[in-house]
């Protein structure tokens, strides 16, 4: 049975199917093969209870927020009060790039719209400034990826609502690992910087610095308001996770609204692209419910775990064997459709060998940053790609090597101290 | 790219319909669920009860918005696709995974629908209503829903039709345009970010 399941999935897949249609036949021939009654009678009021579900509500508000979130002048300002603070760290800009991309992630839900917002402001600094182009641009693609880990996340949302954990405990456990991922990115650049400092671009005059850094404090202020709405408001205890969702989208609107860019073309193209994204998403969310449906019907999914843990590895062994699997599916695959795809299986097996769903959510989403910058399908890698307009991808692709390095630090941190992640959830718990 | 794009391309009278379902789509999500939460969240922290039942609106709303907004995805070419073997392959090869893509996608698209509507039936049949103090009659969420998807199977029917037409005229770049693989330039064209044609606003100077 497992053998047939998993030789369909790839059959369908590899024939280039919509992943939503192959994981619905999937779930349709298996359910005609293995089940004892029918099982697609319960298609229905299960699209339905998904297309209605509150917490996923959260999801196309954090889009929408993405695609309205470029033209709010935010990140261009944010950008240029940060700047002065690192003219004299080597790897200048870069650092710049990865502590905006980080803040700007601390507002925005999703990676693409921080990598392409960062993006447009510090692409035209990297010629300038004279960087070495593969660093600086790796450093924009691989920042724009903390977007998923540091809450708010779209990933997140689906996975709580996959997996039936908690929004605000995995919000709480990304926050810690996000910021130390960023911290381990700025590392890298420095560690290269030192040892090849043309990396780093020549150094540039830093008279006057401190005027210019006082003076652009200011604009840190929309960014926090903004974090402290769409995060905040859940730990004060006045939003829930969705509810939250619903004011950062309002408020990104005011902001859009202030920059003077909020005209009828703007918002029309912002629904269309929500839309699009959303639809997306969904269609293949209801397919998986529908195959998870069919396959916890049937046993399947207990199969697995069984014969996984019939196995007799250790744990770890496991757990770095689905890692490896990820890191490598990765390259190939989009990652919401494959987190969607794959949650149902994996994380059955993951806290069956007795692993936290939490804890694998936040390695998990690592994974998927991890994804998202590796060739040949890594979709922030194109999304900096097509901002800058010229020059080789294969830059890009150089560039990021380094940055998944550090994603692969950083997971090995996370398993070796799951409490970096565990520690702000528990907090929670023994609060409420 | 120099002149900005009209509201409604010029486009056929299907896909044009979808893509308007698409903007009433978006205005749910904007209005039907950011405003209408928000409002909630506001008025019982200010006045310590709701006034809406935003809770339950809103994911009537979803729901709408995943109904009429399906359809643009079958024509903006959104459903993901692993297509990345399919660049090695022969013209009339990568032809042949297109047309069993699209059909693969009609497939679901009906099948959703048929049960969709067993579902909008027997709550139509039971007068089934929310359990909630508003007490809505289902077949009302229930039917924009399915009117939504009822669009979409019809829209996923109709491309991998009529791109066999296309076929049929020789004409590979319609057929392409239809139900091809959407390249990645086309891909990033979508997301919204070719920032090159927007006028970008002024980074203010520290």
Redesign the interface.
């Known amino acids: 049975m497992i053998g047939t399941a998993f030789s369909l999935l790839i059959g369908?897949?590899?024939?280039?199917?919509?992943?939503?249609?192959?994981l619905?036949?999937m779930g349709?021939i298996l359910s005609q093969k293995y089940a004892f009654f029918p099982l697609?009678?319960a298609?229905?009021?299960l699209?339905?209870n998904t297309?209605?579900?509150?917490i996923?509500?959260a999801a196309?508000?954090f889009i929408?927020m993405g695609?309205l979130m470029?033209r709010s002048?935010m990140s261009?300002?944010l950008?240029?009060?940060l700047?002065?603070w690192f003219a004299r760290i080597p790897g200048r800009l870069i650092h710049t790039n990865i502590t905006a991309s980080a803040i700007f992630a601390a507002t925005s839900g999703s990676s693409?719209a921080t990598a392409?917002t960062i993006g447009?402001?510090a692409i035209p600094n990297m010629e300038k400034g004279g960087y070495n182009p593969p660093l600086f641009l790796g450093s924009i693609a691989a920042g724009g990826t903390l977007g998923i880990l540091i809450p708010p996340s779209i990933n997140m949302i689906i996975y709580a609502v996959l997996t039936d954990t908690s929004v605000a405990k995995l919000y709480a456990a990304g926050f810690i690992p996000g910021f130390m991922l960023a911290g381990l990115f700025s590392l890298t650049v420095f560690a290269a910087a030192i040892w090849r400092p043309g990396l780093a671009g020549p150094k540039a005059d830093t008279a006057g610095l401190w005027p210019?850094r006082i003076?652009?404090l200011k604009?840190l202020v929309p960014p926090l308001g903004l974090f402290l709405i769409v995060v905040g408001s859940i730990y004060i205890g006045?939003?829930t996770p969705?509810?939250a969702a619903?004011?950062g989208?309002?408020a990104t609107?005011g902001l859009v609204a202030a920059?003077?860019?909020l005209t009828?073309?703007v918002?029309?193209?912002?629904?269309?692209?929500?839309?699009?994204?959303?639809?997306?998403i969904?269609?293949?969310i209801?397919?998986a419910f529908f195959l998870n449906f069919v396959m916890v019907s049937i046993g399947l999914v207990k199969a697995v775990t069984d014969s996984v843990l019939s196995l007799g590895l250790p744990p770890l062994a496991m757990l770095l064997a689905i890692i490896a699997f990820y890191l490598v599916l990765g390259c190939?695959?989009?990652t919401?459709?494959m987190m969607i795809a794959t949650t149902p299986v994996v994380v059955p097996v993951i806290t069956a060998m007795g692993y936290s769903p939490i804890w694998w959510g936040i390695i998990f989403v690592i994974l998927m940053e991890a994804a998202l910058i590796t060739p040949?399908?890594g979709l922030n890698l194109?999304?900096v790609q097509?901002?800058r307009?010229r020059g080789p991808f294969s830059d890009l692709c150089i560039g990021a090597l380094p940055f998944v390095g550090a994603m692969i630090i950083m997971i090995g941190i996370l398993i070796a101290f799951p409490d970096i992640a565990l520690w702000l959830p528990s907090m929670l718990q023994s609060s409420k | 790219m120099s002149t900005p794009d009209p509201l409604l391309p010029d486009e056929p009278w299907p896909q044009r319909i979808s893509r308007i379902f698409a903007w009433l789509a978006g205005a749910c999500i904007l209005f039907g669920c950011g405003a209408l939460i928000s409002l909630d969240v506001v008025t019982r922290f200010v006045f310590k009860r709701g006034m809406i039942e935003s809770f339950e609106v809103s994911g009537y709303m979803l729901a709408a918005c995943i109904g009429l907004g399906l359809a643009f995805t079958v024509t903006s070419k959104s459903n993901i696709r692993i297509d990345i073997l399919l660049d090695a392959f022969p013209y009339r090869l990568r032809a042949a995974c297109d047309l069993l893509a699209a059909f693969a996608l009609a497939m679901i698209a009906v099948a959703l629908v048929w049960f969709a509507w067993k579902t909008l039936a027997q709550s139509w049949s039971m007068n089934a209503r929310s359990t909630s103090i508003m007490q809505t009659p289902m077949v009302l969420p229930q039917g924009v829903w399915w009117i939504g998807l009822l669009w979409f199977a019809f829209m996923a029917v109709l491309l991998p039709l009529q791109a066999i037409l296309r076929l049929l005229a020789t004409d590979q770049r319609g057929f392409d345009k239809l139900i091809g693989s959407l390249r990645v330039t086309e891909e990033i064209e979508q997301a919204g970010i070719d920032l090159k044609a927007e006028p970008k606003p002024e980074a203010p100077q520290p």
Do not use: K
């Not at chain 1, 297309?51 to 509150?54: A, E, L, M, T, V």
């Not at chain 1, 918002?267 to 997306?280: D, H, I, Q, Y």
């Open positions: 369908l897949m590899a024939l280039s199917l919509p992943v939503a249609a192959a619905g036949l349709y697609t009678g298609l229905g009021e699209a339905w297309s209605n579900d509150f996923l509500i196309p508000m929408m695609e470029h002048g261009e300002r950008f240029s009060a700047a002065p693409v392409a447009t402001v210019q003076a652009g604009h006045i939003a969705t509810e619903a004011l989208l309002m609107l920059n003077g860019q009828l073309p918002l029309v193209r912002a629904f269309e692209g929500t839309v699009r994204t959303t639809c997306m969904m269609l293949i209801i397919a190939f695959m989009e919401l459709s040949p399908v194109y999304v097509s901002v307009g």
